[in-house]
């Protein structure tokens, strides 16, 4: 049966979500807060870049997005590291054929409301701000352009409105709410490297990272030749966004640690003076979901750090595994939503750590002699058994295996990639052809 | 010089820091939410227990508030534990003359509203509810009883509003506010054992505890004869408050649990009904202030669980360390707000943990043997060693050790009870008089 379903934020997964339940036949009344951004000025804004990886595809494909945002994605084979003297490491992602797939947040959000309003039984209402909601009617009032309120009583809530959720601020007074936001030490900056007459400066299809320890400088292409850019400093401390406030110290300190990159930036000082500096959180909290009238979805209920590239792909998930859910329980949402917040809260936890472990390996492990090492013979067993090996970064970018289940094996993995990285002569093994045997013959992969 | 202070909240931490304020001659107005509850029939709300100790007596002694209290206070010199067989255990807090004291949380707080009250200077607002803040004016806006908004600009506003503090709540958008509430298993249902005549019915010295594993009850004397019981049971699965809800269930639950308490409480039925179950929080947050503007104090920054008896004297703590700031920093609020942080959170952070473990102590291990022989050394290193060995439950209740300090010792401590537990004949050796010089000739408290 129909429902009259309330989406409260139309950014990248409450426009997902909308297409999906406007696929499905509902009646969907979607509420953003800012104007719509298919008629704002982005190139004037802020555009930070999404890796879309399989999780994120299958999501895409599901309401038949899929396709269109492939056109505006560029393919990331690999990470390309840049050393400090300007040298260049290429590792690739995965497997021949395998890739992250950058895409702007704006353009990505566009195609998105643009899918979702192609339904009748879609409406989009932009300068709506979510103000409070009753639980139990259920219904949200809203703060509209001329400051006049109103209210609208529906059948479900979801609330899509990302890290600072106003629908889970109302649900945190809630008797045994568990609710938690921390901030990590390091705060970002957007900046960006310029096409040169339409052509790219860095090759297209990478990653690129520099990483020094306490801090890190990544590129992700664009269609249009440019690259976005993300400088990650503690917000504190030594080389903190606190001290680099002066044109001299700014400019001394990329020509420190970022030479190569300073010379693709002319603009600079200004970008850096222009664009805001953000806080990196992670929130956590538990139920996700109120009887059979409220559910948080993507980073409303867990929004993560992004050195994994997973905090869209997650939410996208969370569509996914809702439209699973939503064949197999029917009209049942109280069922539907206890087995949701049930079986998706570990992999939301799951994937909050693991990114957070890929902060310490972006921004310094990547740069060490021993890790790339260790990523060789990872990539020497992922190989040699496909089948039986698949590395966790593979795992979570390039299979829709549940995070939890991605933490779990990956600990196994690193026990025998410890094993085999303290082996003698392992790398000449590999190169010689010799490692399918060794590792046969000791039994270290188990059938 | 004196400042224009604001107080949101008018419990017992705001009661006592604006005793303290007002004695250091600032102008201070408190907002309270709620009616003076000096005018409130408090025979009909719930009379939750506290437990002074030391640092409560400290700070209530510092704003001269201390001897009032005592005239109200029930000592209490030991645990008595029930056994499910109506057997009683008598375990002593500390040395002869040491003990934790009962006393009622409204008979609390009306002398320390009244205690205020006496200064010119102190002005109590009750039904205040606070709407809002502006941190950086700074100024409070608040709700008054015919649905008026009245807006308060000051120099200082200080957070004592608890656990769900309105004050916190405003700081909680700022970036870089770190923020967490965590419920516990278990909520709590507030009984009482009336007096028979005017007679106490158990001994009155003692906090009572029926520990049942999972679940629990403790009565508190009231210096009418009566005790406050307060039961403690998980809120959902088995033997939970979800599962009580017949008479039958209930009647059966104490009959099979708390046999003994039973007889004494004839209306059990009565009160299960009509009393509310209510949730156990942990809050934790960081920072705790803005600016020279505003601070958070007590439950507000650090609500505990209730099992170490310290949430109040926590709070009381703040105050007393707050006036010593005040001493060394005079005007300097900003170095006084960042120093009463810095040093504060670790011990705030320490009691938190202390009070989950030892809510594990009194509902499960207190009924258990081998405990029972640990605590028996343990008292034994105490009386035989006094100025070398102090047990953690001494150091946090009857000293001013910073907790941190006292988990730091507390955790050596473990290590040299482990030890002991295991040496043979022990008890034999403490009772025959020979531990003194078993401990010194094996070199186990070190000089």
């Given at each position: 049966m129909s429902?009259?379903?309330?989406?409260?934020?139309?950014?990248?997964?409450?426009s997902?979500?909308a297409?999906?339940?406007?696929?499905?036949?509902?009646?969907?009344?979607?509420?953003?807060?800012?104007?719509d951004?298919?008629?704002a000025?982005?190139?004037?804004?802020?555009?930070?870049n999404?890796a879309c990886?399989?999780?994120?595809?299958?999501?895409?494909?599901?309401?038949?997005?899929?396709?269109?945002v492939?056109?505006?994605?560029?393919?990331?084979?690999?990470?390309m590291?840049?050393?400090i003297?300007?040298?260049?490491?290429?590792?690739?992602?995965?497997?021949?054929?395998?890739?992250?797939?950058?895409?702007?947040?704006?353009?990505?959000?566009?195609?998105?409301?643009?899918?979702a309003?192609?339904?009748?039984?879609?409406n989009?209402h932009?300068?709506?701000?979510c103000l409070?909601?009753?639980?139990?009617?259920?219904?949200?009032?809203f703060?509209?352009?001329?400051?006049d309120h109103?209210?609208v009583?529906?059948d479900?809530?979801?609330?899509?409105?990302?890290?600072?959720?106003?629908?889970?601020?109302?649900?945190?007074?809630?008797?045994?709410f568990?609710?938690?936001?921390?901030?990590?030490?390091?705060?970002?900056?957007?900046l960006?490297?310029?096409?040169?007459?339409?052509?790219?400066?860095?090759?297209k299809?990478?990653?690129?990272?520099?990483?020094?320890?306490?801090?890190?400088?990544?590129?992700?292409?664009?269609?249009?030749?440019?690259?976005?850019?993300?400088?990650?400093?503690?917000?504190?401390g030594?080389?903190?966004?606190?001290?680099?406030?002066?044109?001299?110290?700014i400019r001394r300190?990329?020509?420190d640690k970022?030479?190569?990159?300073?010379?693709l930036?002319?603009?600079?000082i200004?970008?850096?003076?222009?664009n805001?500096?953000?806080?990196?959180?992670?929130?956590?909290?538990?139920?996700w979901?109120?009887e059979?009238?409220?559910?948080?979805?993507?980073?409303?209920?867990?929004?993560?750090?992004?050195?994994?590239?997973?905090g869209?792909n997650?939410?996208?998930?969370?569509?996914s595994?809702?439209?699973?859910?939503?064949?197999?329980?029917?009209?049942d949402?109280?069922?539907?939503?206890?087995?949701?917040?049930?079986?998706?809260?570990?992999?939301?936890?799951?994937?909050?750590?693991l990114?957070?472990?890929?902060f310490i390996?972006m921004?310094?492990?990547?740069?060490?002699?021993?890790?790339?090492?260790?990523?060789?013979?990872?990539?020497?067993?992922?190989?040699?058994f496909?089948?039986?090996?698949?590395?966790?970064?593979?795992m979570?970018?390039?299979?829709?295996?549940?995070?939890?289940?991605?933490?779990?094996?990956?600990?196994q993995q690193?026990?025998?990639?410890?094993?085999?990285?303290?082996?003698?002569?392992?790398l000449?093994?590999?190169e010689?052809?010799?490692?399918?045997s060794?590792i046969?013959?000791?039994?270290?992969i188990?059938?």
């Amino acid at each position: 049966m129909s429902k009259k379903v309330t989406i409260v934020g139309a950014g990248l997964v409450g426009s997902l979500l909308a297409a999906l339940l406007g696929k499905r036949g509902h009646s969907v009344d979607i509420f953003e807060r800012r104007p719509d951004i298919r008629k704002a000025d982005i190139s004037a804004g802020k555009s930070i870049n999404m890796a879309c990886s399989t999780r994120g595809w299958k999501a895409l494909d599901l309401v038949g997005a899929g396709d269109k945002v492939r056109e505006a994605a560029i393919a990331m084979n690999g990470r390309m590291m840049h050393g400090i003297n300007e040298s260049l490491t290429f590792q690739p992602y995965g497997k021949e054929g395998e890739a992250i797939y950058s895409i702007s947040r704006a353009g990505l959000n566009q195609i998105l409301i643009d899918h979702a309003d192609q339904f009748d039984n879609v409406n989009f209402h932009f300068n709506h701000k979510c103000l409070d909601l009753d639980l139990d009617t259920p219904s949200a009032t809203f703060e509209i352009s001329n400051g006049d309120h109103k209210e609208v009583t529906t059948d479900l809530i979801f609330g899509t409105d990302g890290a600072f959720s106003a629908v889970r601020s109302v649900m945190q007074k809630l008797k045994h709410f568990n609710f938690s936001q921390e901030y990590i030490s390091h705060d970002y900056k957007e900046l960006s490297i310029d096409s040169n007459d339409g052509q790219f400066q860095m090759d297209k299809h990478a990653l690129h990272i520099w990483p020094r320890g306490s801090h890190m400088l990544i590129a992700l292409p664009n269609p249009d030749g440019s690259f976005t850019c993300t400088l990650f400093l503690p917000y504190e401390g030594g080389n903190s966004f606190e001290q680099l406030n002066s044109e001299t110290e700014i400019r001394r300190f990329f020509e420190d640690k970022f030479p190569d990159a300073l010379k693709l930036i002319p603009n600079l000082i200004e970008l850096f003076n222009e664009n805001p500096t953000s806080p990196l959180v992670i929130v956590r909290c538990f139920p996700w979901t109120y009887e059979d009238k409220v559910a948080l979805i993507g980073d409303a209920s867990h929004a993560i750090v992004p050195f994994y590239g997973q905090g869209m792909n997650a939410g996208f998930e969370d569509v996914s595994i809702l439209d699973e859910l939503m064949t197999k329980h029917g009209e049942d949402w109280n069922s539907l939503f206890l087995e949701f917040q049930a079986t998706r809260k570990p992999d939301a936890d799951a994937i909050a750590d693991l990114a957070l472990k890929n902060f310490i390996e972006m921004r310094d492990l990547v740069g060490q002699e021993w890790f790339l090492k260790r990523k060789k013979i990872e990539r020497a067993l992922y190989e040699t058994f496909p089948g039986k090996f698949i590395p966790q970064y593979s795992m979570v970018s390039f299979t829709n295996t549940p995070y939890s289940e991605a933490v779990r094996i990956g600990n196994q993995q690193d026990l025998i990639l410890d094993r085999l990285a303290e082996t003698e002569n392992i790398l000449e093994l590999i190169e010689q052809g010799n490692f399918k045997s060794f590792i046969e013959s000791n039994n270290i992969i188990q059938n």
